[in-house]
T-cell receptor
Framework: AQSVTQLGSHVSVSEGALVLLRCNYS??????LFWYVQYPNQGLQLLLK??????LVKGINGFEAEFKKSETSFHLTKPSAHMSDAAEYFC????????????FGAGTRLFVKA | DVKVTQSSRYLVKRTGEKVFLECVQD?????MFWYRQDPGLGLRLIYF???????EKGDIPEGYSVSREKKERFSLILESASTNQTSMYLC????????????FGPGTRLTVT
């Protein structure tokens, strides 16, 4: 079975500081991994996805994530936080064995202080 | 630009009412999904559909049913609404089931009183 754990339900950073949102997954097969962002009163939108082509994945709005198989991690980073990055972020894992499910983490709310 | 729309952003219903939530996508996607989102629990899959008239139960189907009569439209039905169904409901679609991102609607915040 696949699962996703996001460490920290809330993360607070200062504007201009590094953003690091942590995600660990469990999967018996090479996974597809995703990060989604949800701005207030909106649905989720894709930030980036890992599909085994490259371990460092670049996404929209300056975000990137690195797939580390040995650590079963897929942490999301951004070098310099902007006020507009304040949102909730979801890590998700999907299988490639014929299973259909995408499993979402519980989410991490990012606060950016001026 | 891809688009998933949901019929209502906010809905207030009484206990016992039958509730219909509608979702339409304009991307000719095969697959459509209904999730509910609750604080601290992330997104939980209620039902999904991989073709017209086809449906599969997700993790929490109890108290819900779905209908997909046309490819672009996927409806979620609460047969008899209860207060524990107060939640944010998100519809999504995807081209393929495996490895493909899902496109989400803006959500419907349902309150059952």
């Amino acid at each position: 079975a696949q699962s996703v754990t996001q460490l920290g339900s809330h993360v607070s950073v200062s504007e201009g500081a590094l953003v690091l949102l942590r995600c660990n997954y469990s999967s018996s097969v090479p996974p597809y991994l995703f990060w989604y962002v949800q701005y207030p009163n909106q649905g989720l939108q894709l930030l980036l996805k890992y599909t085994s082509a490259a371990t460092l994945v670049k996404g929209i709005n300056g975000f990137e994530a690195e797939f580390k198989k040995s650590e079963t991690s897929f942490h999301l980073t951004k070098p310099s936080a902007h006020m507009s990055d304040a949102a909730e972020y979801f890590c998700a894992v999907g299988g490639n064995t014929g299973g259909f499910k995408t499993i979402f983490g519980a989410g991490t709310r990012l606060f950016v202080k001026a | 630009d891809v688009k998933v729309t949901q019929s209502s952003r906010y809905l207030v219903k009484r206990t016992g009412e039958k509730v219909f939530l509608e979702c339409v996508q304009d991307m000719d996607h095969e697959n459509m999904f209904w999730y509910r989102q609750d604080p601290g629990l992330g997104l939980r899959l209620i039902y999904f559909s991989y073709d017209v008239k086809m449906k599969e139960k997700g993790d929490i189907p109890e108290g819900y049913s779905v209908s997909r009569e046309k490819k672009e439209r996927f409806s979620l039905i609460l047969e008899s609404a209860s207060t524990n169904q107060t939640s944010m409901y998100l519809c999504a679609s995807s081209k393929h089931l495996e490895g493909h991102e899902q496109y989400f609607g803006p959500g419907t915040r349902l309150t059952v009183t």
